[in-house]
């Protein structure tokens, strides 16, 4: 594919706004600037053309967006030799994104996580959603954010950051959730090597909403290495106990003494192969932990020792859902004619509780007309050999 350049020099901000229709009056780019490619990806089955976005610093980081799901299709990273490698999991082509798949690399909304029985009540009012995970919602439903094409709002290029901002208009009552909702996610990728996801929206009626992001990570960026090698971090005293259909008790539970403490640096493997109910209902790790402190803050870490590479995370969210791809089954086709098997890849979802809305003792996930919805998480990139 032909990746097309479009932007253009702001004299007065610094910054090189994108713009096509403008391409043509552009000279070299300099070569303190941070790039962005665009191109064509594909077109969808409802014949909606799909853009791809390469977002590039001089830090040998190079994020790959397209607009269908907002998927972080590509994220190469450097290890300790200098060896750039892809380290989220995803697909080679279109169509497999639009078929039945674990959410890879995808915005997740209007609700992240599971909402039980599909159903919750608001002022009185309950509303009914798909029960597209056994007996509960999960992650917006039949057709969340992931599965459709997000609107190109804004790219921008500076000697500091690459930013691409997307925009998504979800209609009252789309999925069952109430009112319009306007959302923006903007990917910035800035010259430290950290990559800002920004979440903002607004409604006219009162609704529920808890985005995330759901990029499956694997550090050594071989997808045939499972993540159990990964020493994993996580500040949180507390973590969020689960039934057998993965719905929280209600409970907010000590990690003290069990396979979920990991406030010091741990092998996964370590943990995830202890003797815990928990481990049993999740088939490994599948739980959010309630995450320590306020505010945009560090939260987790992970890091894959052989090749030195390390991922921090920040957030200002509550609660983070660490998934350890317990339901892979090999079925999906990795690149280089491989295939994703059952913990080839771990996430990190930075997010409010599951089922908050039914459970009043838990954060508020409620968004009224007149407020703003404004998230930030950020994973950042560097080594530690």
């Given at each position: 594919m032909i990746a097309l350049s479009i932007v253009i020099y702001?004299?007065?901000?610094?910054?090189?706004?994108?713009?096509?229709?403008?391409?043509?009056?552009?000279?070299?780019?300099?070569?303190?600037?941070?790039?962005?490619?665009?191109?064509?990806?594909?077109?969808?089955?409802?014949?909606?053309?799909?853009?791809?976005?390469?977002?590039?610093?001089?830090?040998?980081?190079?994020?790959?967006?397209?607009?269908?799901?907002?998927?972080?299709?590509?994220?190469?990273?450097?290890?300790?030799?200098?060896?750039?490698?892809?380290?989220?999991l995803g697909f080679n082509i279109l169509e497999q994104y639009e078929k039945k798949?674990?959410?890879?690399?995808?915005?997740?909304?209007?609700?992240?996580?599971?909402?039980?029985?599909?159903?919750?009540?608001?002022?009185?009012?309950?509303?009914?959603?798909?029960?597209?995970?056994?007996?509960?919602?999960?992650?917006?439903?039949?057709?969340?954010?992931?599965?459709?094409?997000?609107?190109?709002?804004?790219?921008?290029?500076?000697?500091s950051f690459a930013s691409l901002k997307l925009s998504y208009y979800s209609a009252d009552m789309e999925e069952g959730f109430p009112g319009n909702l306007k959302t923006t996610v903007t990917y910035t990728l800035h010259s430290n090597n950290s990559l800002d996801v920004l979440y903002e929206a607004t409604t006219d009626k009162t609704t529920v909403i808890n985005l995330t992001q759901h990029s499956y990570f694997n550090l050594s960026g071989n997808f045939s290495q499972l993540i159990e090698n990964h020493e994993v971090e996580i500040d949180a005293d507390k973590f969020v106990p689960v039934d057998a259909s993965l719905i929280p008790t209600g409970e907010l539970a000590s990690v003290e003494n069990t396979p979920f403490d990991f406030r010091k640096s741990k092998i996964v493997e370590t943990a995830i192969n202890r003797e815990h109910e928990q481990l049993k209902i999740g088939g490994g790790f599948d739980h959010c932990w309630v995450l320590n402190g306020k505010g945009y803050r560090s939260v987790a870490k992970a890091h894959h020792k052989e090749s030195g590479r390390v991922m921090e995370v920040f957030t200002d969210q509550p609660g983070m859902q660490f998934y350890t791809g317990n339901f892979l089954d090999g079925t999906l086709p990795a690149p280089n004619n491989g295939v994703y098997v059952k913990r080839s890849g771990l996430c990190f979802e930075t997010q409010h509780f599951p089922d908050s809305p039914n459970q009043p003792q838990f954060p508020d996930t409620t968004l009224e007309p007149g407020q703003k919805y404004e998230t930030k998480t950020t994973f950042k990139f560097y080594i530690n050999s």
């Open positions: 702001n004299i007065l901000t610094g910054c090189i706004v994108c713009n096509e229709n403008m391409r043509n009056k552009i000279g070299k780019k300099k070569d303190s600037i941070m790039q962005i490619e665009k191109s064509a990806y594909g077109t969808t089955t409802n014949n909606e053309k799909v853009i791809q976005f390469k977002l590039q610093n001089k830090g040998g980081i190079q994020v790959t967006i397209i607009t269908y799901g907002g998927i972080l299709t590509e994220i190469m990273t450097p290890d300790s030799d200098g060896r750039m490698d892809n380290v989220v798949n674990p959410f890879f690399g995808a915005l997740v909304g209007r609700y992240g996580n599971r909402i039980s029985k599909g159903k919750f009540s608001l002022n009185g009012t309950y509303y009914l959603l798909a029960k597209n995970n056994g007996e509960n919602n999960l992650h917006g439903g039949l057709k969340g954010f992931d599965k459709v094409v997000w609107k190109v709002e804004n790219v921008k290029e500076s000697t």
